[in-house]
C-alpha cells in the first residue's frame, strides 16, 4: 500500500524521500510528467494533474506544484515558474530586478493526494529574497538566487537536509505526512 509519487524531477524525489525516512510511508517514485493545465494558482494545477493520473493509473499518489513568487514582480513567475526558467533562465530574473530595492520573495509548493476516497491538499511557503548574483552549484531551478529568511547562503548552497530544514516543499510534506500517518 504505497503511495505513488508523480514527478518527472529527480530532485524534487529526492528531496521528499529525505523527509519521508522519518515516516512509515511508503513512497514509489513515478517518473513521468504531470501533465499540466494553465491556471492562475498552483492548486488548481495541482488538483486536475491529480485527476487526470488517477484516472490512469488507479493507485493512491501524489502531484506537487511549486513556483516563485516575486514581490516587487506581483507575485510573479508564480504558477509560470517553469516557463519562466525555460525563457528568461536566473539571469532575466535578476534582471527583472535591477534597481529595485524590495528583492523579497517567496516559493510555495502546492501538493495533492488522491485515492479512491477523497483528495487533500496541502501546502507550504518559504519567505526568503532574490539575490543579487547566482550562487552555488547544489539543488535545482531558482535555488541559485533564492536565500531563505534567516540565512545568508542561496538554497543551491545548501545541502538536501539543510534545505528541508527551510523548504516549502519539506512544509508541504510534512504536513500530508503527519496528517496521513496520523489518520
Ligand atoms: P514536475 O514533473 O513535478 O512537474 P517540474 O520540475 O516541472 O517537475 P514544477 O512544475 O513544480 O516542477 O516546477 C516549476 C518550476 O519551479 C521549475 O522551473 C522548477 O525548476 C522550479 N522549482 C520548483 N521547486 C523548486 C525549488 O525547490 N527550488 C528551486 N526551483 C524550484
Ligand atoms: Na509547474
Known sequence: NSILL?????????????????????????????????????????????????????????????????????????????????????????KLLEGKNDRSAYFKTSLCYIDE???LLFNGTVNGRISDTIRGEKGFGFDPIFIPEGESRTFAEMSTEEKNRYSHRSKAFKAFLEYYTNQ
Open 117 to 119: 476516497a477523497r483528495q
Open 6 to 94: 508523480v514527478t518527472s524531477n529527480e530532485n524534487k524525489y529526492k528531496e521528499i524521500a529525505e523527509i519521508a525516512k522519518d515516516y512509515k510511508v511508503e513512497l514509489e517514485w513515478l517518473k513521468i510528467p504531470k501533465l499540466e493545465i494553465q491556471a492562475d494558482t498552483l492548486e488548481e494545477v495541482v488538483r486536475y494533474s491529480a485527476i487526470v493520473i488517477f484516472q490512469l493509473v488507479k493507485r493512491p499518489l501524489i502531484v506537487e506544484d511549486s513556483g516563485l513568487f516575486i514581490k516587487s514582480l506581483n507575485d510573479f513567475p508564480g504558477p509560470y515558474t517553469n516557463y519562466v526558467r525555460r525563457k528568461l533562465g536566473l539571469e532575466g530574473i535578476l
